[in-house]
């Protein structure tokens, strides 16, 4: 099956800082979506990103399927984007998503 | 805006005990999705449905079963709960392969 892979675990930052949240995976890619969560939350769609590159304010998701990877930058880092960051990908068929273990993402002010 | 319910929020079931937890969605979506989550797992896909009245096998099926009476609501239903399906159940829609929409989720403590 699908096999997906993020990095890194956990990531410490001071408020101003970037971040680039990789997503990777093993097979062909039919869909990409990139997902926040609050701790006890529910998950908030970030980007939906296949492929090429989309902006959302301090947001960019890039998708490279020949590369087989996904990134998330998230410029001058804010508090209130702590939590933790998931990707979820589909390779094709009947659409059956496989998510990352994610990234937690801490921002010190 | 998609529009994913999920109930209830939060319940306590005992072992050996029946649990059915609901979703509705007013997004007109053909695909629904019961994902369950638990800490160092992340988001684990157990039941989904593209059509009414039919659903398939995620990856972790075993002690679950699903239901999809009409294109608005599916249901997970624990026949016999136990202690290791304790965890937070995330239900989501999507409108064929592109984004999904997710509840709120329910929190299910088995004791």
């Known amino acids: 099956g699908q096999q997906v892979q993020q990095s890194p675990a956990s990531l410490v930052l001071q408020e101003g800082e970037n971040a680039e949240l990789q997503c990777n995976f093993s097979?062909?890619?039919?869909?990409m979506q990139w997902f926040y969560q609050r701790p006890g939350g529910s998950l908030v769609s970030l980007f939906y990103?296949?492929?090429g590159t989309k902006h959302s304010g301090r947001l960019t998701s890039t998708t490279v399927i020949k590369e087989r990877r996904s990134s998330l930058h998230i410029s001058s880092s804010q508090t209130t984007d702590s939590g933790t960051y998931l990707c979820a990908l589909d390779s094709g068929g009947n659409y059956k998503p496989t998510f990352g273990k994610g990234t937690s993402l801490v921002v010190h002010p | 805006e998609a529009a994913v319910t999920q109930s209830p929020r939060s319940k306590v079931a005992v072992t050996g005990g029946k649990v059915t937890l609901s979703c509705h969605q007013t997004n007109n979506h053909d695909y629904m999705y019961w994902y369950r989550q638990d800490t160092g797992h992340g988001l684990r896909l157990i039941h989904y449905s593209y059509v009414a009245d039919s659903t398939e096998k995620g990856d972790i099926p075993d002690g679950y079963k699903a239901s999809r009476p009409s294109q608005e609501n599916f249901s997970l239903i624990l026949e016999l709960a136990s202690l290791s399906q304790t965890a937070v159940y995330f239900c989501?829609?999507?409108?064929?392969?592109?984004?999904?929409?997710f509840g709120p989720g329910t929190r299910l403590t088995v004791l």
């Open positions: 989501a829609s999507s409108l064929s392969s592109y984004e999904q929409y």
């Open positions: 097979t062909s890619l039919n869909s």
């Open positions: 990103n296949p492929s």
